[in-house]
């Protein structure tokens, strides 16, 4: 299940969503999505990505991805910084993009 919801009321769009992942604990979903290495066998736009800052100690990373388009778009170069965190059984994630 996935919810989305775009706002368009102030400033630029932001995107949030919601995503239910059955089966799955929490640890293999988070592994999944951060690990950039794993992403190109699955996700099949990504046709580079380099770490460029990393700290294991606060969950921060700052990532350099570019994504394919079909012909009539141009590539896409995205500077990502990321942090994840775990508090409890919970673990939240915050993704800042600047294309």
Request: aromatic share 18%; proline share 6%; charged share 25%.
């Amino acid at each position: 299940m996935l919810d989305t919801l775009l706002c368009f009321q102030t400033g630029p769009t932001i995107l949030r969503s919601r995503t239910v992942f059955e089966d799955a604990t929490p640890e293999l979903v988070r592994d999944f999505f951060w690990d950039d290495e794993f992403r190109p066998r699955w996700d099949p736009m990504l046709s580079y990505f380099k770490i460029l800052e990393e700290c294991g100690h606060t969950g921060m990373m700052i990532v350099h991805w570019i994504k394919k388009f079909p012909f009539f778009c141009s590539d896409r170069e995205y500077i990502i910084g990321r942090r994840i965190w775990e508090s409890g059984k919970t673990y939240y994630c915050v993704t800042k993009v600047s294309p």
